[in-house]
Nanobody, 116 residues
Framework: QGQLVESGGGLVQTGGSLRLSCAAS????????MTWYRQAPGTEREYVAH???????MYGNSAKGRFTISRDNAKNTMYLQMNSLKPEDTGVYYC??????????RGRGTQVTVSS
């Protein structure tokens, strides 16, 4: 059974940076498409970015130019480097994994709070 565990969230001031991690286990990480989402209270889930098994990356509009997604297949870990953080970036960030065989996993999330 696959598992994803996020870490790296916390409280940061506007303009600050955080690096989130998503540690994977129980499935072939290198063959997965990994995605970051976020959700603030009372709002819909928002797509942040994803990275394919071949390393192709894409970003949502709110992340472009400020966030960088990456992965280390040797460590079974995905990262999200977040710079120039804004209060509207506040929310629970969670990662998902999708495999071509249909398996899908989601972590519990890590809280990011950006103070103004």
């Amino acid at each position: 059974q696959g598992q994803l565990v996020e870490s790296g969230g916390g409280l940061v001031q506007t303009g600050g940076s955080l690096r989130l991690s998503c540690a994977a286990s129980g499935f072939t990480f290198s063959r997965s498409v990994m995605t970051w989402y976020r959700q603030a209270p009372g709002t819909e889930r928002e797509y942040v970015a994803h990275i394919t098994d071949s390393g192709i990356t894409m970003y949502g509009n709110s992340a472009k130019g400020r966030f960088t997604i990456s992965r280390d297949n040797a460590k079974n870990t995905m990262y999200l480097q977040m710079n120039s953080l804004k209060p509207e970036d506040t929310g629970v960030y969670y990662c998902t994994a999708a495999l071509y065989g249909g398996e899908h996993y989601r972590g519990r999330g890590t809280q990011v709070t950006v103070s103004s």
